[in-house]
Nanobody, 114 residues
Framework: VQLVESGGGLVQAGGSLRLSCAAS????????IGWFRQAPGKERELVARITSGGNSNYADSVKGRFTISRDNAKNTVYLQMNSLKPEDTAVYYC?????????WGQGTQVTVSS
């Protein structure tokens, strides 16, 4: 089982990034996928989540700016992040959940400069 995040980097405030979470080793279509983030000194928090059926929900702090989507043919979930703010700076992780099964990726750093 593997979840691999990519697409992080350094961007100026107001800019955009698209993160990818590529999955392998399990039945991707059956899993809800979440994007989380953890800033230094803070707890990991949910950013966005998409169910196996394609329903999504977002943290209030990113609503209207971030969009989560999934491509089951590619076993990949995306997080499109627009209008980035310095407070979005964090390590972003994806996870996959189905029942008692939970998998995490290794994370990708997003840094937003002011």
């Amino acid at each position: 089982v593997q979840l691999v995040e990519s697409g992080g980097g350094l961007v100026q405030a107001g800019g955009s990034l698209r993160l990818s979470c590529a999955a392998s080793g399990f039945t991707f279509d059956d899993y809800a996928i979440g994007w989380f983030r953890q800033a230094p000194g803070k707890e990991r928090e949910l950013v966005a989540r998409i169910t196996s059926g394609g329903n999504s929900n977002y943290a209030d702090s990113v609503k209207g700016r971030f969009t989560i989507s999934r491509d089951n043919a590619k076993n990949t979930v995306y997080l499109q992040m627009n209008s980035l703010k310095p407070e979005d700076t964090a390590v972003y992780y994806c996870n996959a959940v189905r029942g008692f099964n939970l998998y995490w990726g290794q994370g990708t750093q997003v840094t937003v400069s002011s």
